[in-house]
């Protein structure tokens, strides 16, 4: 893996990292916060907890609001600080928190994403799937397992970050330095910078890419085969699973768009671009790109599924009627006000690597 670190550059690339590195994050934090427990508290009723597909979606915007705040809370930090202050580089157990959960998030998120199309496409094309698989309890065990193999698979990362003591000739002082992603261990060193390279791309890219593209051809086979309906039920319903599918293939594309930048810069470009001014500028670039998709799930589930924009209004509408404030004589206002108001207010929330990747 590349090994990169933050410098300070020109005026011109340092007023973008600026940008990139810490006026964007933030907002990615704020609007994929928000938008994923609004996600899965709509996802988590009755109704809706009912379908295996759900499931996978609430995992999913779960381990999204926690990547967000892996990556983009600590370049926010160092950025406002001037690099002052390091985020989670600052002991040596926030350093092993933040390079395992770096990519444990980013790998179960992936995960959880595959396992969605691939949910959809099994639930249109199989009757078996949809009567032994596709039940809540099934996706929970199947959910349980993803998250304990990959803990398995990177608990290994708990073994990198230590401190060491450097002399310092101008003070005359011993000061204490902090080596993340690093081992005195060469041999663990070795395989993270070699065979779990190589782990990452697959868990991160080729495992998901293959599978997402053939489930899309899947359900796009499907859905766009000529069928003749018996009654408006069954027209509507077909309809409603275009309108699903259509939405799994722009988060497929959203993903494969916003993290192939990423590997391309650190596994094939990566030694072209360490060394220059805008070296800084072009991965973080790249980073905050790829964590932009872990702040869309909402955007992506409001313009394609009716019923999640119909959740999200009287999710609104329920915190509205919260603040209303009691008027004359005692008597609130009216609420049908506020109903009024929402059905024409467009609401708006977003769905989504680590500095040495």
């Not at 967000?68 to 370049?75: A, D, S």
């Not at 998901?208 to 859905?223: G, Q």
């Not at 000529?226 to 509507?236: I, P, R």
């Amino acid at each position: 893996m590349a090994s990169w670190h933050r410098k300070k550059d020109p005026p011109p690339y340092e007023t973008a990292d600026l940008v990139i590195s810490g006026i964007i994050p933030m907002v990615l934090i704020v609007i994929g916060t928000i938008g994923n427990i609004m996600s899965s508290l709509i996802l988590l009723k009755n109704e809706n907890y009912r379908l295996s597909t759900n499931v996978y979606l609430i995992f999913l915007c779960i381990v999204d609001t926690i990547s967000l705040y892996q990556w983009n809370l600590n370049q926010a930090i160092y950025t406002f600080t001037d690099g002052t202050n390091q985020g989670w580089g600052q002991s040596v157990f926030l350093c092993k928190m933040s390079e395992f959960f770096g990519f444990y998030t980013l790998h179960a998120s992936a995960m959880f994403l595959t396992f969605v199309q691939l949910d959809r496409a099994f639930l249109l094309r199989s009757r078996w799937y949809k009567a032994k698989i596709a039940h809540p309890r099934v996706a929970l065990i199947i959910c349980a397992i993803i998250l304990l193999t990959l803990f398995v698979l990177n608990g290994f990362l708990f073994g990198l970050g230590f401190e060491y003591s450097t002399f310092n000739n101008n003070t005359g002082l011993e000061e204490t330095q902090l080596a993340c992603y690093y081992s005195m261990d060469q041999t663990l060193n070795a395989f993270f910078s070699i065979q779990y390279s190589w782990i990452h791309v697959i868990i991160m890219y080729f495992l998901p890419f293959s599978i997402m593209f053939v489930c899309t051809l899947l359900v796009v086979k499907k859905l766009l085969s000529t069928q003749s309906f018996s009654n408006q039920q069954l027209a509507t319903s077909a309809k409603r699973n275009r309108r699903i599918a259509l939405m799994l293939l722009f988060m497929c594309l959203a993903y494969v768009v916003c993290t192939l930048p990423n590997r391309l810069c650190f596994s094939f470009f990566a030694n072209e671009l360490i060394g220059h001014d805008y070296t800084d500028t072009v991965f973080l670039a790249t980073n905050t790109l790829m964590y932009t998709r872990n702040a869309l799930n909402a955007f992506f589930l409001y313009q394609s599924v009716y019923s999640f924009r119909r959740d999200v209004r009287k999710f609104i509408l329920c915190c509205e009627r919260r603040n209303i404030k009691v008027g004359p004589n005692n008597a609130l206002i009216e609420s049908h006000t506020l109903s009024a108001s929402l059905d024409h207010r467009a609401v708006k929330s977003g769905i989504a690597m680590l500095p040495i990747q």
